[in-house]
């Protein structure tokens, strides 16, 4: 009897193999993620079978909402890397004569999307961060045919960065013709070839 | 003593010999459980975080626009009985086939919608021709139609693998005969 007691431990397993197993895979996933830079501007982008992944350089998305009332739509623009956009506002500072400080450009080449007219480019980046959260909520880039800032981004970005790819990245229920507007400014600027930006889903079996 | 520190062989004193010849052959154990838990917690975040954020892209491709140039170029001549014409509304789609204009209606339902209609014309236009992919799609856009609409349009010919299709400005003549159909549809439902 007092034998069968003696056996009376805590049965203890050894981890260590699961740890190790563990670790391995949060150092595996720790270097391969790539957070996203937080987007200004809220899309739900729509749903469809495309199954190419986005690449992840030389890459300008256009982002694209409807505004308030549902009938137009706001506009972003953003590009990749920190150098490109860096020689974009130069090129901005070349066309429209506007000065930028050192400390605005630091922003500048931190902001991943921009979605405010040239005119209020250096207010915006001297407000505060409530301020341009603020502002992200209702501005946008003018695509009107009579001002179209979004030709003078696309053309700055292009001729930045030759080799960049357009995506475009635009709310499920923006309405057409901001669309078509966007289209035809891209053809205007001879890109005929461009990426719609989509999440995945299933292949129907036919 | 060794013992103590792991807390497990503390108490077997009286079953063993005990005193001077109690080697301290067992290891201090440290309980893994707490680090482990963190481990997949950590885990479990950058599983979801990489799966989660992958972003997919749709390749679009657009006729360059007519300029000066191209004014005498002719364009090409194709077969009436070739073309299917979709006007895509919001959620709907009315569509008529060659040049005579009897619209018909229908939507993006996986399996009534547009993709039957689209598979039905192509056999009856396979059939005619004794040819594969005769059939051309001219997809005009409405102005009451929303992104998700051309998405899903553009997707619906990923899905039936149509090649030949072509985003053309849908022009007014178009607009009055969809005003049309919406009223005789109205009259007798």
Do not use: C
Not at chain 1, 12 to 39: G, H, S
Not at chain 1, 58 to 63: G, N, P
Not at chain 1, 165 to 172: F, K, L, N, T
Not at chain 2, 160 to 174: H, S, W
């Amino acid at each position: 009897m007092a034998k069968f007691k003696a056996k009376k431990q805590n049965i203890a397993i050894d981890m260590t193999p699961m740890v190790d197993l563990a670790f391995l895979l949060i150092t595996f996933f720790m270097l391969t993620v790539k957070f996203r830079a937080p987007e200004s501007l809220e899309v739900h982008v729509p749903s469809s079978i495309a199954d190419t992944p986005l690449p992840a350089q030389d890459i300008m998305v256009i982002s694209v909402a409807p505004d308030a009332t549902g009938k137009g739509g706001r506009v972003f623009f953003g590009v990749d890397s920190k150098h490109t956009r860096l020689a974009i506002l130069e090129k901005i500072q070349e066309r429209y004569g506007y000065e930028f400080d050192e400390q605005e450009k630091r922003l500048f080449s931190i902001l991943p999307e921009i979605g405010v007219p040239f005119s209020q480019l250096k207010s915006y980046l001297n407000a505060s961060e409530a301020e341009r959260k603020r502002v992200d909520k209702i501005s946008s880039i003018p695509i009107d045919s009579t001002n179209n800032e979004l030709k003078d981004w696309i053309l700055f970005a292009r001729y930045s960065n030759p080799k960049i790819r357009i995506a475009i990245r635009a709310d499920e229920k923006t309405p057409y013709p901001v669309i078509a507007q966007i289209i035809e400014t891209l053809k205007d600027q001879k890109v005929h070839r461009f990426n719609l930006i989509t999440t995945l889903e299933a292949q129907p079996k036919s | 003593m060794a013992a103590e520190v792991g807390g497990d062989g503390g108490a077997p004193k009286k079953g063993k010999k005990s005193g001077k010849a109690h080697k301290p052959k067992k290891r201090p154990r440290i309980d893994m459980t707490p680090m482990v838990d963190l481990g997949f917690l950590l885990l479990t975040f950058f599983v979801l975080t990489t799966t989660m954020s992958t972003p997919n892209t749709m390749p679009v491709v657009v006729p360059p626009k007519i300029t000066e140039k191209d004014k005498d170029v002719e364009p090409p001549k194709i077969s009436e009985d070739k073309v299917i014409t979709l006007l895509v509304s919001r959620g709907k789609i009315y569509y008529y086939t060659g040049l005579k204009k009897e619209l018909k209606a229908t939507d993006f339902s996986p399996k009534t919608g547009i993709r039957k209609v689209l598979l039905e014309q192509r056999a009856e236009i396979e059939a005619n021709y004794g040819k594969k992919d005769e059939m051309i799609v001219i997809i005009k856009m409405m102005e009451d139609a929303q992104y998700r609409d051309f998405v899903d349009i553009l997707d619906e010919m990923a899905v039936i693998n149509q090649k030949k299709y072509a985003l053309v400005d849908i022009t007014p003549e178009d607009k009055e005969i969809v005003e049309e159909y919406q009223k005789t549809i109205e009259k007798n439902p």
